[in-house]
């Protein structure tokens, strides 16, 4: 998913403070809450949640015996078959519901190591996607770009690569975070730094951009020049982690190097020293492409069976960590909260569905495709509860611009604990999601759909997308108290009494451009990815 999980401007937080009151304005609160928390089916939700929890065991197979799930590879599939395994183990009907194809590729062992001036073994992987090497690898010696005056010098330049491995990302000036500077550093040396990175990062911004390429490009120039390779350090700012994207290359490999040896091979590049490396990447290209697919679980409703609730969760991830607050907790939450239900709440109203997403890395392409595939589901839908972004407690619900979304959602949500859902901040009718997470899919389409944002657990930086987004990471506590929170509001929205409503809030101007801002278009899914 897309870092940013809510933006809620000045007029959402504004409505909010009146309108949400409302919907408790008929009885108070806490007897509301106290009525509700006696139902049976409230009483047992939270009884298994916290007596008999699964999380840990799902997120033990998920995480570190399956691993990472990007589309194309081999361990998606094997991740989209043990979920179908595990609901029908509990009872459930699952099944994996194809959508379209990707590139097939499954990421092998690389190995980096310095061979001049001297041996060191290095931290790096090769980026998704990338060729592999030979099975003996590449020695090369590294280089760098200079400064180039225009597009025509670096098009001089561009023979000097042939053989040569070419590091394209900036060195940075310090390893250490900016918050380890404020902490330690003194005023003076902190602005120092900050004006010294500052000033870096634009200069090399202005390089990159004499060379008349960009991000995705430049790589595609450097492998036609007869480059040996790609080397690069997306650095995450934070002390040991990396964002691992895609590579561009289709001969050489691109391999992603942490902060501390990029910055060492850098200098000594710089400095005359000529330092060589030797990487072999062993990944594994299909011959054609692979099945993508959404994993699907239903629990069938007994009175409005062709009404729906959904829960959301994008099963994909990127693959430099195992993927597991991005989205191995959104996955295994909506997993524990359909186990439940299974077990307390077996004959819900309406039918609770779930869908684990593919290839929502790539653009919300599995919950798009779902939604263009199924219109007689969507259009039933009672509401979608989309969870994605790390592994906090839920800190904000939006009404995502459904001008009544504070009647319904407040009623479902009084009937929460309030030790759940008191730091929860609700913004209503606030704006409808436009992108990134799955619950954009469904807001086009007139659906209530809800992002279940949580509390940030350094995510931007430590785990989303990193090579550090791994199993440890995972705060069950909080998870435990999102699958309470989840399993309430499915159960409350199975057992409304009709669809709720649907109708949008008169959007606001735009402050930016003055214009009046719209309502987002739907978009449609990526069928065929990955071959261009």
Same mark, same amino acid.
């Given at each position: 998913? =897309?870092?940013? +999980? ?55 197979e ?16 094997q991740?989209?078959?043990?979920? /179908?395994?595990?609901?029908k ?22 190995? *980096? ?47 000097? %690569? ?11 000036a ?6 380890n500077? &404020?902490?330690?550093?003194? +005023? ?5 730094? &900050? =004006? ?37 350090? #997306? ?43 030797k ?14 697919? #959404?994993?699907?679980?239903?629990? =069938? ?18 693959d ?16 524990? @909260?359909?186990? *439940?239900?299974?077990? @307390? ?25 779902? @939604?263009e595939? #199924?219109?007689?589901? %969507?259009?039933?839908?009672?509401? %979608?509860? #989309? ?15 459904f ?13 929460? +604990?309030?030790? *759940?859902? =008191? ?7 606030g704006?409808?999601?436009?992108g ?11 659906? +209530?759909?809800?992002?279940l ?19 440890d990471?995972? /705060?069950?506590?909080?998870v435990?108290?999102? @699958? *309470?929170?989840?399993?309430i509001?499915a ?6 009494p ?7 809030? /008169? ?6 451009t ?19």
């Open positions: 998913m =897309k870092k940013n +999980p809510i933006h809620v401007l000045a007029l959402a937080l504004m409505l909010s403070g009146g309108v949400s009151s409302v919907a408790f304005a008929q009885q108070p609160q806490q007897q509301q809450q106290t009525q509700k928390q006696q139902d049976p089916v409230i009483q047992n939700i939270i009884k298994m949640a916290t007596e008999n929890s699964q999380l840990e065991k799902l997120g033990h998920l995480m570190d015996g399956i691993g990472p799930r990007l589309v194309g590879t081999p361990q998606m599939q991740a989209g078959d043990w979920a /179908v395994n595990k609901y183990s509990w009872g459930i009907e699952a099944r994996n519901q194809n959508y379209g194809e990707w590139r097939g590729w499954e990421r092998g062992v690389t190995h *980096i190591d310095m061979v001049h001036p001297r041996l060191k073994t290095l931290e790096g992987m090769q980026l998704a996607w990338s060729p592999a090497t030979p099975s003996k690898g590449v020695t090369a010696e590294v280089i760098t770009m200079p400064e180039f005056a225009d597009s025509v010098a670096f098009q001089r330049w561009l023979p000097s %690569v042939k053989g040569k491995m070419v590091m394209v990302s900036m060195n940075q310090s390893g250490r975070p900016e918050y500077w &404020k902490e330690f550093a003194t +005023p003076e040396s902190f602005d120092k730094m &900050k =004006k010294m990175r500052d000033e870096q990062t634009a200069a090399w911004s202005k390089r990159i951009a004499a060379t008349g390429k960009n991000a995705r490009t430049l790589p595609v120039a450097l492998e036609n020049a007869g480059a040996a390779g790609i080397v690069m350090s #997306n650095w995450s700012q934070g002390f040991g982690v990396n964002k691992i994207f895609s590579a561009y290359t289709k001969k050489i490999p691109t391999v992603d190097l942490a902060l501390e040896d990029y910055g060492m091979l850098y200098r000594l590049a710089e400095n005359g020293s000529k330092p060589r490396i990487v072999v990447a062993e990944s594994k290209h299909a011959k054609k492409p692979v099945p993508t697919f #959404n994993t699907i679980a239903e629990i =069938k409703g007994s009175e409005k069976p062709d009404e729906y609730v959904i829960l959301s969760a994008h099963f994909d991830s990127w430099g960590g195992t993927g597991a607050t991005d989205n191995g907790t959104g996955t295994i939450l909506m997993m524990e @909260v359909m186990r *439940i239900l299974k077990q @307390v709440y077996p004959n819900p109203k309406r039918t609770i569905l779930v869908g684990h997403w593919g290839s929502e890395e790539q653009g919300l392409n599995g919950s798009r495709a779902f @939604v595939d #199924n219109p007689e589901i %969507v259009k039933k839908t009672q509401a %979608v509860f #989309n969870q994605d972004n790390g592994t906090g407690r839920v800190a904000n619900i939006s009404g995502q611009g001008l009544n979304a504070y009647d319904y959602m407040g009623r479902w949500l009084s009937a929460v +604990p309030r030790d *759940i859902t =008191k730091d929860i901040q609700t913004s209503y009718p704006f409808p999601g436009g990134g997470s799955d619950h954009a899919s469904f807001i086009p389409h007139d659906i +209530p759909a809800f992002m944002s949580s509390l940030s657990w350094s995510y931007g930086n430590y785990t989303w997308h990193t090579n550090r987004d791994t199993y990471k995972i /705060v069950f506590d909080d435990r108290s999102n @699958v *309470i929170l989840t399993a509001l159960y409350m929205a199975s057992e409304e009709e669809l709720v409503s649907r109708e949008r809030s /008169v959007l606001p101007l735009n402050p930016r003055g214009e009046k801002m719209s309502w987002p278009e739907p978009r449609p899914a990526t069928r065929k990815g990955g071959l261009d």
